[in-house]
């Protein structure tokens, strides 16, 4: 599976962006999709998770301000980000979690990262 992420760019606080990432290739073996980021000097963080049903997890501090989508038919998950902070500054990974089975029927959990798109708020 290959993640294509998009929709980072430069944005003063308060301002908002919309980020995308689309699947390609074997997207029938997604089954979770998610955001992460990275801030320099910094681990990469959970921003956001959904499963293939719709059900969402959110780090604490986007809550109320970040919401994610999915949009299963075009492969597609998205992050709505309001209300930015300086401290939102970071480079966004998609995440896919895949889930298939071996010739051998025994299941297979890996997971797939998109390049990155970076979001910096300015002050």
């Known amino acids: 599976v290959q993640l294509q992420a998009s929709g980072g760019g430069l944005v003063q606080a308060g301002g908002s962006l919309r980020l995308s990432c689309v699947a390609s290739?074997?997207?029938?073996?997604?089954?979770?999709m998610g955001w992460y980021r990275q801030a320099p000097g910094k681990e990469r963080e959970l921003v956001a998770a959904?499963?293939?049903?719709?059900?969402?997890n959110y780090a604490d501090f986007p809550k109320g301000r970040f919401t994610i989508s999915r949009d299963n038919a075009k492969n597609t998950v998205y992050l709505q980000m309001n209300s930015l902070k300086p401290e939102d500054t970071a480079v966004y990974y998609c995440?896919?979690?895949?889930?298939?089975?071996?010739?051998?029927?025994?299941?297979?959990?890996?997971?797939?990262w998109g390049q990155g798109t970076l979001v910096t708020v300015s002050s």
């Open positions: 995440r896919a979690d895949l889930l298939y089975y071996n010739d051998y029927g025994v299941p297979i959990a890996s997971a797939s």
């Open positions: 959904i499963t293939s049903g719709g059900s969402t």
């Open positions: 290739g074997s997207t029938s073996r997604i089954n979770g």
